[in-house]
């Protein structure tokens, strides 16, 4: 066990798990957020065992879910739009906040793999997991407007 | 000790899969279902077996909760037109 | 189609096929001449299908 795997554990343990308790219980606003929110951490976490395992192609884990997370999210916006036009699922603090530990898992994980192919794979797979929450989390607070409804 | 990832990996797999069973609503179930299939992924991963987890990842995140969602919402709609 | 439109859908081939090529040499894991013919070939084909989803989006 070294600390790429702890850091994993901890981050599926408290991320992942508090995400389990807002998608079980609450409102329905408060349960997409999370939904939202999990894809992220367990993403994130994914990669960070890549690291532990030291098999660089365990990153094809984190990339397919950088990709269909937001994509799961945004099929719930959609056929879920109806409901929450009266509450707004906007949690930006815990949006950002998600954001922040991403870029740091991201970063780290640059600075592990060194310079070369394997870091802009990274950069990629982070790049796409942050843009997909944020759009995500946009399309859930009814910031697209005009592709809403029907 | 080096089995703890595994340990948590399980635990978040058993409790959304309680989660899932004990939610009534179909479209609030599509949403743990979501979150367990994430989780299973992880379980896969740790268990050393990224190719099946990589599987479980791409049905469990976006198809099955589209599938549920379509669903539900037919179902909706023909309830609304009456009992047809 | 004239030859200002033809160059344009050119240039526009072009940059999805290199961005695209450049994306799948990120992605594998040993860069050898197999995966370069294979990644050039699928990035082609990728290439046309950006542009006809492009196109398909932004009609007006």
Request: glycine share 12%.
């Amino acid at each position: 066990m070294n600390g790429w795997i702890l850091a994993a554990t901890v981050l599926l343990a408290g991320g992942a798990g508090t995400a389990l308790w807002g998608v079980a219980t609450g409102p329905l606003s408060r349960r997409v957020v999370a939904q939202n929110l999990s894809t992220s951490v367990v993403c994130a976490s994914l990669l960070l065992l890549a690291q532990g395992y030291d098999r660089t192609a365990y990153v094809d884990l984190g990339l397919l879910l950088a990709v269909l997370g937001p994509v799961g999210t945004l099929v719930f916006a959609r056929l879920l739009a109806e409901d929450l036009t009266d509450d707004r699922a906007a949690a930006w603090g815990l949006t950002w906040t998600t954001v922040g530990v991403d870029a740091a898992v991201v970063v780290a994980l640059c600075v592990a793999a060194g310079p070369g192919r394997a870091m802009v794979k990274l950069l990629v797979v982070g790049a796409l997991l942050i843009g997909g929450n944020l759009v995500a989390s946009r399309a859930l607070s009814g910031g697209f407007q005009g592709v809403r409804g029907g | 000790m080096a089995d703890a990832v595994i340990v948590v990996a399980l635990l978040l797999t058993a409790g959304a899969a309680t989660a899932a069973v004990a939610v009534r609503d179909p479209a609030r179930q599509a949403l743990v279902l979501s979150l367990l299939g994430l989780f299973l992924g992880v379980v896969f991963t740790v268990l050393q077996a990224p190719d099946v987890g990589l599987s479980q990842l791409a049905v469990g995140s976006a198809l099955t909760p589209l599938l549920i969602m379509l669903s539900v919402r037919k179902v909706r709609r023909r309830g609304k037109e009456g009992g047809k | 189609m004239t030859g200002r439109t033809a160059l344009a859908a050119a240039a526009e081939l072009l940059a999805w096929w290199v961005a695209l090529a450049l994306l799948w040499l990120v992605f594998i894991s040993t860069v050898d001449t197999l995966e370069r013919i294979v990644g050039a070939s699928v990035a082609a084909i990728g290439a046309l299908v950006a542009r006809a989803g492009r196109r398909a989006v932004t009609w007006r």
